[in-house]
């Protein structure tokens, strides 16, 4: 039986959808290390998912380890004779052009300028662009197989003497999920980003399959918006864009998981909290989760105990998650941060003593919280030693002003601080 309250959350299916199959590996192994769904269904998923690449002899281990037995089904042994068959027929095939691409004597004939290089590759070479076209499908199949580099340089080269703009897009797409699985974040950025110039760019002349392709996007680059050391501010950057804003309505709700998220952990990105806030209001009924609940529970209902135990939620919801597993910490601190500093702004001055018992600390280390908070610029307030009061600053006054008007009548549940600040039992850290 799968664990029932820790997947109740789990997207990956949802997420899986819109990859291609070999991404969808990492995060089956990552459930599997989770451990929230029985081993053996993981496992089959897996050998299905393996059965239409061609890494067979990785399928078989599966089966094997999975049925603990070392015979195999007779499908595939016959899938392996085939592919070998083939892969060495295409290694034939492309012979003439991966021989060239291989020699750096005869690759430094290569110019910056495709037109010479066909004609140069035929005059010379007898490499015709049906040999050229050779190498795209050798990398694909190469993909196929599992090995990503060789896939990655072959489509680099490919793409340097494609001439077909949609072929040479294809192509891009599978460099970028080769540079994922091979992580390197850098490349796979620089990929993200051609891709999105292409699809955004007038070549599409139908606009569904534009939005299709803009959904994909977004699901792929998951991995590198949560791998690359800037990550979380290209998925802002890119995900509130109205186009993006569109793909996401129509087909990929459950990015805004990832989106609610990032803004939480990301302070400098609080600035579009406004429209999060609205983007979530607006899907609530096709698509809410812990995550998004919280900022209800904060900004819509200025429910602070209810955003403590969303809070709590989400630590669970985000260790189950293959892309914000390891943002569990800061997400936790960041989001009580947040419901602290709403506090604290709709009061606008704070008694320390009053808030060092609700804290449960001395008033001095209170002040050296709060000091803390202000010098590492996590917190736009002054302390007043003299009065002894916390004076916040104004920030972002559009979306406090909202909270402090409508709190007026509210400020009955606002004494929950001592539950929504505190449940942490890291302030004193
Ligand atoms: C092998 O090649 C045949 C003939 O080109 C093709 O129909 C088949 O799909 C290929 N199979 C694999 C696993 O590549
Ligand atoms: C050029 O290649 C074609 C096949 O790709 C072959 O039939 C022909 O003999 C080759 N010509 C030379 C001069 O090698
Ligand atoms: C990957 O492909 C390259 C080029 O065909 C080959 O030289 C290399 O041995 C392959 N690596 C593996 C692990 O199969």
């Known amino acids: 039986m799968a664990d029932q ?36 269904d993981i496992m ?73 290089n066909i004609k140069m590759l035929q005059d010379q070479y007898n490499i015709s662009q049906d040999d050229i076209e050779v190498l795209f499908k050798f990398a694909k199949f190469q993909f196929e197989c599992g090995n990503y580099s060789a896939c990655a340089d072959f489509l680099v080269q490919y793409r340097g003497l494609c001439t077909k703009l949609e072929k040479s897009f294809s192509a891009l797409w599978g460099k970028f999920a080769s540079e994922i699985l091979l992580q390197n974040w850098n490349e796979a950025l620089e990929d993200l980003n051609k891709i999105q110039e292409y699809i955004d760019s007038k070549s599409f002349t139908s606009a569904l399959a534009q939005l299709q392709q803009r959904i994909w996007l977004i699901h792929w680059s998951l991995f590198v918006f949560f791998n690359h050391e800037n990550g979380m501010n290209f998925l802002v950057d890119m995900l509130v864009q109205d186009r993006y804003v569109n793909a996401i309505q129509t087909g990929a709700p459950h ?18 909290l ?40 989400c630590e669970a919801v985000l260790a ?36 060092a018992n609700k804290l449960n600390m001395d008033q001095e280390s209170a002040e050296k919280w709060i000091a803390n908070l202000i010098r590492n610029a996590r917190l736009n307030a002054k302390i007043d030693s003299q009065q002894g009061t916390v004076v916040m600053g104004s920030q972002h006054p559009g979306v406090y002003e909202q909270i402090v008007e409508k709190t007026k009548s509210l400020t009955a549940r606002t004494y929950h601080l001592a539950n929504a600040v505190i449940g942490s039992g890291k302030v004193n850290s």
Request: aromatic share 10%; charged share 30%; glycine share 2%.
């Open 320 to 355: 189950n998650d293959y892309f914000l597993t390891a943002c569990v910490d800061d997400f936790v601190e960041n989001a009580r941060l947040f419901i602290f500093e709403t506090y604290c702004r709709i009061h606008e001055t704070i008694d320390m003593k009053m808030l």
């Open 44 to 116: 089959n998923s897996k050998i299905e998912l393996l059965k239409d690449t061609n890494m067979v002899d990785f399928a078989m281990d599966i089966y094997r380890q999975n049925n603990g037995t070392e015979e195999v089904p007779v499908e595939m042994t016959e899938r392996r004779k085939v592919v070998i068959g083939n892969l060495t027929q295409l290694q034939e095939t492309a012979a003439p052009i991966v021989d060239f691409l291989l020699d750096e004597n005869k690759v430094k004939d290569l110019r910056n300028d495709k037109a010479y």
């Open 255 to 272: 990015m805004l998981r990832y989106l609610a998220a990032a803004v939480i952990i990301n302070k400098k990105r609080r600035n579009i």
């Open 5 to 40: 309250d820790a997947t109740r959350w789990d997207i990956t299916s949802k997420i899986a959808g819109n990859l291609d199959r070999h991404l969808v590996f990492p995060l089956l192994e990552f459930l599997q290390t989770r451990g929230i769904y029985p081993e053996e």
């Open 274 to 313: 406004k429209e999060l806030i609205k983007l979530i209001k607006s899907e609530k009924y096709i698509y809410s989760d812990p995550v998004t609940e919280f900022i209800i529970c904060l900004f819509v209902d200025y429910d602070f105990e209810g955003a403590q135990k969303k809070l709590k939620e």
